[in-house]
């Protein structure tokens, strides 16, 4: 009997260890289990986020305490990523820089942090709209600062807790004794941190694990269902993956819950504003926005109008998110788009007053943009006020000196008031404004079009007047911007031609068929020059001819002359010699 009852007792055990690991297995599987892969992405929208290069850079600032205590604190950080770090087989490490664009962002804080961060510590994953993302980590110095002991192991324990969550673990782990257990006083990674970690190495970074999210999500919020970040974590889940509906029914309880959630409103308005609902977008960025004036609800409110090209009152809300945070440049930069683009439209309808009062009202908002001033340059030059649109070309240079835009439009202007002086016929002055144009701007082709037509002017006119050196300077100085200008080479052909230099003519005219062979004028003027050297040669040889005939007649004529009087005088030579001896 007592046989029985030993087998019947050693049945009852075995039989309630089995119960007990199937309750186990069932109910809390999560730290019996080598890892908590399946939460890590509980609040990253379901999707793996982690940065894929190495080293991973983090900005460290020093806390603002007595300088004798700041390297404990410094050396809290260090330490929670030499923990990460060593456990992460080579696949991770970290350089710390000085720049505020590091992935990773430490903030020390005495504000109190949001109600679902740990007291100490709160990680923000934020993205660009480029994919990207960076990670803000800030930390509260709830105490006097000190270098106890106790005081910063706590604090490192909360460091590695938000690291681990910077590094891609966006999940909390159900066992107390892992790093990142809610509110964890761990000061070393556990072996399950550890397995984490790798597996969390194997995914890239944004695929997508919507369902281990959901799953884990629900089972959280059936043991606690009044919590408002759980419903916002699964509202945001459900967004990511494109079920609008059933994320507007999640981040709607949350906000029930806590309406001061202002996250819940905010993905809410993006939701709407995705499928076109400003109207609705508006509402809920306005009652997140009433619930506290932040000046990123205030500037989403300006994009949503933006995007309506409701330009006046997306300004106005970007200039109050401005005016209430200085340092909100998305706010600055956005108001002086909206500015940009209401002026442009403004501009292409032809309302130029319109645009110039626009702008000129923006200056007042933003003394110091450049692109203001260059759209008002724009405005005026559209109004052919060239002075006035230099004079703002020239301030928007002035806050920029490398805006190379300004200086290409300071060209354009220059050329058109040299333009403006060829009209007139006051060349002298076009060339002093296009040449001024291509000090601004090289390449100005318009400039050095202009100047050509001007200096070939001048030329055209010194060569009317007689001046053929002041001509043929003006005619060099258009070879010199476009040797491949013809008329500049017929011009000093035809001053060669009438100072009778006919080879330089020549070389002149033909140099400007070689450039174009159609002009008529320059083979003419070959041709002209070749006659008329023909023509001399053939004068000089009817000249020489008629002179060696001259000279030929005048020789025979002398020669005859003298023959004669020779003839003459010696027959009285001979009278004389005959006469004389007669006498004797």
Same mark, same amino acid.
């Given at each position: 009997?007592?046989?029985?009852?030993?087998?019947?007792?050693?049945?009852?055990?075995?039989?309630?260890?089995?119960?007990?690991?199937?309750?186990?297995?069932?109910?809390?599987?999560?730290?019996?289990?080598?890892?908590?892969?399946?939460?890590?992405?509980?609040?990253?929208?379901?999707?793996?986020?982690?940065?894929?290069?190495?080293?991973?850079?983090?900005?460290?600032?020093?806390?603002?305490?007595?300088?004798?205590? &700041?390297?404990?604190?410094?050396?809290?950080?260090?330490?929670?990523?030499?923990?990460?770090?060593?456990?992460?087989?080579?696949?991770?490490? #970290?350089?710390?820089?000085?720049?505020? !664009?590091?992935?990773?962002?430490?903030?020390?804080?005495?504000?109190?942090?949001?109600?679902?961060?740990?007291?100490?510590?709160?990680?923000?994953?934020?993205?660009?709209?480029?994919?990207?993302?960076?990670?803000?980590?800030?930390?509260?110095?709830?105490?006097?600062?000190?270098?106890?002991?106790?005081?910063?192991?706590?604090?490192?324990?909360?460091?590695?807790?938000?690291?681990?969550?910077?590094?891609?673990?966006?999940?909390?782990?159900?066992?107390?004794?892992?790093?990142?257990? #809610?509110?964890?006083?761990?000061?070393?990674?556990?072996?399950?941190?550890?397995?984490?970690?790798?597996?969390?190495?194997?995914? %890239?970074?944004?695929?997508?694990?919507?369902?281990?999210?959901?799953?884990?999500?629900?089972?959280?919020?059936?043991?606690?269902?009044?919590?408002?970040?759980?419903?916002?974590?699964?509202?945001?889940?459900?967004?990511?993956?494109?079920?609008?509906?059933?994320?507007?029914?999640?981040?709607?309880?949350?906000?029930?819950?806590?309406?001061?959630?202002?996250?819940?409103?905010?993905?809410?308005?993006?939701?709407?504003?995705?499928?076109?609902?400003?109207?609705?977008?508006?509402?809920?960025?306005?009652?997140?926005?009433?619930?506290?004036?932040?000046?990123?609800?205030?500037?989403?409110? /300006?994009?949503?109008? #933006?995007?309506?090209?409701?330009?006046?009152?997306?300004?106005?809300?970007?200039?109050?998110?401005?005016?209430?945070?200085?340092?909100?440049?998305?706010?600055?930069?956005?108001?002086?788009?909206?500015?940009?683009?209401?002026?442009?439209?403004?501009?292409? !309808?032809?309302?130029?007053?319109?645009?110039?009062?626009?702008?000129?009202?923006?200056?007042?908002?933003?003394?110091?943009?450049?692109?203001?001033?260059?759209?008002?340059?724009?405005?005026?030059?559209?109004?052919?006020?060239?002075?006035?649109?230099?004079?703002?070309? &020239?301030?928007?240079?002035?806050?920029?000196?490398?805006?190379?835009?300004?200086?290409?439009?300071?060209?354009?202007?220059?050329?058109?008031?040299?333009?403006?002086?060829?009209?007139?016929?006051?060349?002298?002055?076009?060339?002093?404004?296009?040449?001024?144009?291509?000090?601004?701007?090289?390449?100005?082709?318009?400039?050095?079009?202009?100047?050509?037509?001007?200096?070939?002017?001048?030329?055209?006119?010194?060569?009317?007047?007689?001046?053929?050196?002041?001509?043929?300077?003006?005619?060099?100085?258009?070879?010199?911007?476009?040797?491949?200008?013809?008329?500049?080479?017929?011009?000093?052909?035809?001053?060669?031609?009438?100072?009778?230099?006919?080879?330089?003519?020549?070389?002149?005219?033909?140099?400007?068929?070689?450039?174009?062979?159609?002009?008529?004028?320059?083979?003419?003027?070959? %041709?002209?020059? &070749?006659?008329?050297?023909?023509?001399?040669?053939?004068?000089?040889?009817?000249?020489?001819?008629?002179?060696?005939?001259?000279?030929?007649?005048?020789?025979?004529?002398?020669?005859?002359? #003298?023959?004669?009087?020779?003839?003459?005088?010696?027959?009285?030579?001979?009278?004389?010699?005959?006469? /004389?001896?007669?006498?004797?």
């Amino acid at each position: 009997m007592s046989f029985i009852r030993i087998v019947n007792m050693k049945y009852k055990k075995i039989l309630l260890y089995l119960l007990l690991s199937i309750f186990i297995s069932v109910f809390i599987p999560d730290i019996f289990a080598d890892n908590y892969f399946n939460r890590i992405t509980m609040a990253s929208d379901g999707r793996i986020a982690r940065f894929s290069h190495s080293p991973v850079t983090i900005n460290i600032p020093s806390p603002n305490i007595p300088d004798d205590l &700041k390297k404990y604190y410094v050396e809290d950080v260090e330490y929670a990523l030499d923990q990460w770090a060593s456990i992460s087989e080579g696949k991770l490490r #970290f350089k710390r820089i000085d720049s505020e !664009n590091a992935d990773i962002r430490i903030c020390w804080t005495d504000k109190m942090l949001s109600g679902e961060a740990d007291p100490l510590g709160e990680a923000s994953l934020v993205r660009f709209d480029s994919g990207g993302f960076y990670i803000n980590v800030s930390v509260l110095i709830k105490e006097i600062p000190s270098s106890s002991t106790t005081l910063h192991n706590e604090i490192r324990s909360v460091l590695l807790h938000e690291i681990g969550h910077a590094i891609g673990l966006w999940g909390h782990s159900k066992d107390p004794n892992d790093v990142m257990y #809610f509110r964890s006083k761990a000061n070393y990674p556990t072996r399950r941190d550890k397995e984490t970690l790798l597996k969390l190495f194997s995914y %890239a970074s944004g695929t997508p694990l919507h369902d281990f999210a959901i799953a884990e999500l629900k089972s959280d919020i059936s043991v606690t269902s009044d919590s408002s970040h759980l419903h916002f974590w699964l509202g945001s889940v459900y967004a990511d993956r494109g079920d609008d509906e059933l994320a507007i029914n999640e981040l709607n309880l949350a906000l029930k819950l806590d309406p001061t959630l202002l996250k819940a409103a905010d993905r809410l308005a993006r939701i709407f504003q995705k499928d076109g609902m400003y109207d609705k977008a508006i509402q809920y960025y306005s009652k997140a926005a009433g619930n506290e004036q932040s000046p990123v609800f205030l500037s989403m409110i /300006g994009m949503l109008h #933006f995007q309506q090209k409701k330009y006046d009152k997306a300004i106005l809300y970007f200039e109050k998110a401005y005016q209430m945070d200085n340092k909100l440049s998305a706010a600055k930069n956005n108001a002086l788009t909206a500015y940009h683009l209401w002026a442009t439209d403004l501009i292409k !309808n032809g309302q130029t007053e319109s645009a110039i009062s626009l702008l000129s009202k923006g200056l007042t908002s933003f003394p110091l943009s450049r692109m203001i001033y260059y759209d008002l340059g724009t405005a005026y030059d559209t109004n052919k006020q060239y002075d006035k649109a230099i004079e703002h070309y &020239k301030k928007a240079l002035e806050v920029d000196p490398s805006f190379s835009s300004a200086k290409r439009d300071i060209a354009t202007c220059m050329n058109n008031l040299g333009a403006e002086k060829i009209k007139s016929g006051n060349l002298q002055e076009s060339i002093e404004f296009c040449s001024q144009a291509l000090d601004w701007d090289a390449d100005c082709w318009q400039a050095k079009k202009n100047l050509e037509l001007a200096n070939i002017g001048i030329a055209r006119i010194k060569y009317g007047s007689g001046n053929f050196d002041d001509a043929k300077s003006y005619f060099d100085n258009v070879l010199k911007l476009n040797p491949n200008n013809s008329e500049a080479y017929v011009g000093i052909g035809d001053i060669y031609y009438k100072k009778g230099m006919y080879k330089d003519a020549i070389r002149y005219y033909q140099s400007a068929l070689d450039i174009d062979p159609n002009i008529q004028y320059a083979k003419d003027g070959i %041709a002209f020059i &070749k006659y008329q050297i023909n023509a001399n040669r053939i004068k000089l040889i009817i000249f020489f001819i008629a002179l060696s005939l001259f000279l030929c007649i005048t020789g025979i004529i002398i020669y005859r002359f #003298f023959r004669h009087r020779k003839r003459i005088t010696q027959p009285n030579q001979l009278r004389s010699k005959y006469y /004389g001896k007669n006498n004797v």
